[in-house]
């Protein structure tokens, strides 16, 4: 296609930290152009921020409905290609579903809803339409993740026997829900967050993390979820054993109660040859340790790197890259995608390599089954889609 594709964002104002980051990433690659929002529930603040954003007063919204459906109205060379939602949980599915019904694409931040349920009708209703959704589970877009994921594929380490996830968190070390944190009172709020906390905020990364670069899927849980600081109305704390379809086992850490951690996200993954570790605070680094040999350090950037760490890249080895990059590297290959598609073309491979609507239902499974493990007497529950 020669023009960018169009944006249009739901949540996101002037003091969200994740919009903005949206709105970053998307505008890396020069794919994406943001065109209109419906940027915040309170009329005053959606107003401000479109202005404070450059959006023509005509397409800053007062609400995702108004947005959707007078962006629908529009000409095709005018209108929007997808919309981007940064909502808390509960306010995902309605927008998302009313896009879609309208013909759009959709970004959404994860988990993709409230509930189960919702995701399996978003799913549906993606399969009706042909339209893609894409969910931000950022970690996925990092090269060196993407170099560790080519390594298992090929089978450098052979058959997987073991996988070691954790995810560390401090910022909820206490009641910080009640000292104005309102991104921290949404998140312990079930109304908003849904039946789970810690492991529906950040277990879900990790879970889904050590699927991608795996290849593999849990089958079965065994969980311990707790409420460390007393009055929290959700899990702030989790251990979780895992059991793999091809017989290997792992171990789920999800904490937000770990105090002094920053986003100390890690994985280790083992198999009968070697294993691989790598930790999101140092991403441009990828460990592999060997059986019989000496431990190699892979580094972004190289030339020895996967096609696709090397896609994922954009600046020589020695330049860090990071958080922001990786979640740019979701959005240009989703914009590579509806690119595609609105050409008439097949995406590629390396297009389609971000996380799905697919992805967003095997999340919310998986809090459904981390959550009734916890609860349940029985040792192991099975991960049930």
């Given at each position: 296609?020669n023009?960018?594709i169009?944006?249009?964002?739901?949540?996101?104002?002037k003091?969200?930290?994740?919009?903005?980051?949206?709105?970053?990433?998307?505008?890396?690659?020069?794919?994406?152009?943001?065109?209109?929002?419906?940027?915040?529930?309170?009329p005053?603040?959606?107003?401000?921020?479109?202005?404070?954003?450059?959006?023509?007063?005509d397409?800053?919204?007062m609400?995702f409905?108004?947005?959707?459906?007078?962006?629908?109205?529009?000409?095709?060379?005018?209108?929007?290609?997808?919309?981007?939602?940064?909502?808390?949980?509960?306010?995902h599915?309605?927008p998302?579903?009313l896009?879609?019904?309208?013909?759009?694409?959709v970004?959404?931040?994860?988990?993709?809803?409230?509930?189960l349920?919702?995701?399996k009708?978003?799913?549906?209703k993606?399969?009706?339409?042909?339209l893609?959704?894409?969910?931000t589970?950022t970690?996925?877009?990092?090269p060196?993740?993407k170099?560790?994921?080519a390594?298992?594929k090929?089978g450098k380490?052979?058959?997987?026997?073991?996988?070691?996830?954790?995810?560390?968190q401090?910022?909820?070390?206490?009641?910080?829900e009640?000292?104005?944190?309102?991104?921290a009172?949404?998140?312990?709020?079930?109304?908003?967050?849904?039946?789970?906390?810690?492991?529906?905020?950040?277990?879900t990364?990790?879970?889904?993390?050590?699927?991608?670069?795996?290849?593999?899927?849990?089958?079965?849980?065994?969980?311990?979820?707790?409420?460390?600081v007393?009055?929290?109305?959700?899990?702030d704390?989790?251990?979780?054993?895992?059991?793999?379809?091809?017989?290997a086992n792992g171990?789920?850490?999800?904490?937000q109660?770990?105090?002094?951690?920053?986003?100390a996200?890690?994985?280790?993954?083992?198999?009968?040859?070697?294993g691989?570790e790598?930790h999101?605070?140092e991403?441009?680094?990828l460990i592999?340790?060997?059986?019989?040999?000496?431990a190699q350090?892979?580094?972004?950037?190289?030339?020895?790197?996967?096609?696709?760490?090397?896609?994922?890249?954009?600046?020589p080895?020695?330049?860090?890259?990071?958080?922001l990059?990786?979640?740019?590297?979701?959005?240009?290959n989703?914009?590579?995608?509806v690119?595609?598609?609105?050409?008439?073309?097949?995406?590629?491979?390396?297009?389609?390599?971000?996380?799905r609507?697919?992805?967003?239902?095997r999340?919310?499974?998986?809090i459904?089954?981390?959550?009734?493990?916890s609860?349940?007497?029985?040792?192991?529950?099975?991960?049930?889609?």
């Amino acid at each position: 296609m020669n023009r960018k594709i169009r944006m249009g964002m739901v949540g996101g104002g002037k003091d969200a930290f994740i919009g903005a980051v949206h709105r970053i990433a998307a505008n890396i690659d020069g794919q994406v152009e943001f065109c209109c929002g419906a940027l915040s529930i309170n009329p005053e603040v959606a107003k401000e921020s479109g202005e404070m954003l450059y959006l023509p007063a005509d397409r800053i919204y007062m609400n995702f409905e108004e947005m959707i459906e007078k962006e629908s109205q529009l000409p095709a060379d005018k209108r929007i290609d997808f919309v981007t939602i940064v909502t808390p949980n509960f306010a995902h599915f309605a927008p998302a579903m009313l896009a879609l019904d309208k013909g759009f694409n959709v970004v959404i931040e994860k988990p993709i809803a409230l509930s189960l349920e919702e995701a399996k009708q978003l799913q549906q209703k993606v399969e009706e339409t042909g339209l893609t959704l894409c969910l931000t589970h950022t970690y996925s877009g990092y090269p060196m993740v993407k170099q560790a994921k080519a390594m298992v594929k090929e089978g450098k380490l052979g058959a997987i026997r073991k996988i070691m996830v954790e995810y560390p968190q401090g910022w909820l070390s206490t009641l910080t829900e009640r000292e104005g944190n309102a991104g921290a009172a949404w998140r312990t709020d079930p109304k908003k967050s849904g039946k789970s906390g810690c492991m529906g905020d950040i277990g879900t990364h990790a879970a889904q993390l050590a699927e991608y670069i795996s290849g593999l899927k849990i089958t079965k849980v065994c969980a311990d979820l707790n409420i460390v600081v007393p009055g929290r109305g959700l899990d702030d704390d989790g251990n979780v054993l895992l059991k793999f379809d091809n017989g290997a086992n792992g171990v789920l850490i999800a904490s937000q109660v770990a105090a002094g951690e920053e986003n100390a996200l890690k994985i280790k993954i083992y198999g009968e040859k070697g294993g691989l570790e790598w930790h999101q605070m140092e991403p441009n680094t990828l460990i592999v340790k060997w059986l019989s040999e000496p431990a190699q350090v892979y580094r972004a950037g190289q030339a020895y790197l996967s096609d696709a760490a090397k896609h994922n890249t954009r600046v020589p080895g020695g330049h860090p890259e990071g958080y922001l990059e990786a979640f740019a590297n979701i959005y240009r290959n989703f914009a590579l995608t509806v690119g595609a598609k609105l050409s008439g073309t097949e995406p590629t491979e390396a297009m389609l390599d971000f996380p799905r609507v697919e992805d967003g239902v095997r999340g919310m499974a998986f809090i459904d089954t981390v959550v009734a493990s916890s609860e349940s007497n029985e040792k192991w529950t099975d991960f049930k889609v």
